[in-house]
């Protein structure tokens, strides 16, 4: 993909490198120092291509999303026209109703705010279980959610005889 870049943290940056190298683009590393209050400084490489592609796993997340969103403002500022964020785990996409009066639809508040800060979003097998497309939680025309059964069966076809897998 020309004029783009792959962007990981530390802890993906594996996937982050096999990612760009699978579409054939540059990869880069986004630096995060953490402060002893909790604060973070994060930077992205200088001068950055048309098209990012932010990719973070979004596990624990109330820390990671603001270390996404201080990574997508950064990524503007240097150069970047899209970001597309790349998350195999979208996070708060469980509770997609209130369940008591007084709870917060997370999906729908983390949504919104994803869709401010990115121009789409990729993930994998998130939780959707009353709603048919991703971009209902999502509202961004790229909205993607990908599924990860297909390939997972096949690989544990491979590695076991006869596999059951209970979940």
Do not use: W
């Amino acid at each position: 993909m020309k004029n783009s870049t792959v962007l990981g943290f530390a802890e993906n940056m594996q996937q982050a490198q096999a990612l760009a190298a699978e579409l054939g683009t540059g990869c880069g590393e986004i630096t995060l120092h953490r402060f002893p209050d909790g604060e973070h400084r994060l930077a992205v490489p200088e001068s950055l291509p048309e098209n990012v592609m932010v990719f973070l796993s979004l596990d624990h997340p109330n820390e990671k999303l603001i270390e996404l969103l201080l990574a997508a403002a950064a990524a503007r500022d240097n150069g970047a026209k899209r970001v597309l964020l790349v998350t195999p785990y979208l996070c708060y996409m469980r509770q997609d109703i209130a369940f008591h009066p007084g709870e917060a639809v997370s999906q729908q508040i983390i949504g919104k705010l994803l869709a401010e800060h990115f121009d789409a979003v990729v993930t994998v097998d998130p939780h959707l279980h009353r709603i048919e497309r991703l971009q209902q939680a999502v509202p961004l025309h790229h909205a993607l959610a990908l599924t990860a059964a297909e390939p997972m069966a096949e690989f544990l076809a491979g590695q076991f005889e006869r596999p059951l897998l209970i979940g």
